[in-house]
């Protein structure tokens, strides 16, 4: 079982809080700090950004933190050595890489998958991988016990979601809406509709992300999904904050968050 599968057992039931952070973001030697500071207030598993130059699914307040990141020249290497440590002293909070397809591929995606589980990796979500090109990465991934995790859409026709589900491992991430991520206008209806359509074929949980900003929304959408995902609210909470007040600011945030999903 999967450092991902066990969280969610070990949850029995209750719903999980994943918090996405950009690796590198506002500067390299904060990032490790960051993600402690998001288990300090409760996450259950971290998504970790990989900086992309070109972060296509990504609105403004990402695309900054990956500017951000990348004026520090932080790669995909920093980016392991980061999770590295993060593992020294947690062992046990899963860690999901969640980036664009082309760093991957530059480092082989045997190569990639026996770095990021030697890293401490437990998940990879590439944006821009469709199952239908995806088949390659995953097989990899999983040589090396790493869960491929993969995006579902509104629009997602029912023959990908059958094969998303065959492929998907740890849980796969719901996009509340049409839209990058930060987008505000988040249908809490339509999202229950939709999940309860997508359980008829996806075995493993889903988490919702996009939209989603506050406790109240957090709340709404954990009725329904396994798990909470929240991205930009976070970043910008960073963006706001001083480099000393950066962790304080994100743990107490977590913490509301936590404290309001079912």
Do not use: W
Not at 11 to 39: C, E, N, R, W, Y
Not at 227 to 253: K, P
């Amino acid at each position: 079982m999967s450092r991902i599968a066990e969280c969610f057992a070990a949850l029995d039931g209750k719903k999980a809080l994943i918090p996405f952070i950009t690796a590198g973001d506002p500067q390299p030697g904060l990032t490790v700090s960051l993600m402690h500071g998001l288990v300090d207030g409760g996450a259950d598993i971290i998504e970790l950004g990989v900086p992309f130059s070109d972060p296509m699914a990504d609105g403004p307040v990402i695309q900054r933190a990956s500017e951000r990141a990348l004026v520090h020249k932080v790669g995909m290497k920093d980016v392991l050595a980061m999770v590295r440590e993060f593992r020294k002293t947690n062992a046990s909070t899963p860690v999901v890489l969640m980036g664009y397809l082309n760093p991957v591929f530059v480092m082989g995606y045997t190569e990639f998958a026996a770095q990021a589980r030697e890293a401490g990796v437990d998940g990879v979500l590439t944006v821009d991988c469709p199952p239908e090109e995806a088949a390659e990465l995953s097989t990899a991934l999983e040589a090396a016990g790493l869960d491929p995790v993969f995006l579902i859409a509104p629009t997602t026709p029912e023959a990908r979601v059958k094969e998303i589900a065959r492929q998907a491992r740890g849980y796969v991430y719901y996009v509340s809406l049409k839209g990058v991520t930060g987008a505000g206008h988040l249908d809490i209806d339509d999202v229950a509709r939709k999940i309860a359509a997508l359980r008829a074929h996806i075995q493993v949980p889903i988490g919702v992300g996009f939209g989603i900003r506050d406790g109240a929304t957090a709340k709404a959408i954990s009725v329904t999904a396994d798990a909470v995902v929240v991205g930009s609210r976070l970043v910008q909470e960073i963006e706001a904050a001083t480099t000393e007040t950066a962790r304080e600011r994100l743990t107490r945030l977590v913490a509301e968050l936590k404290a309001a999903i079912v």
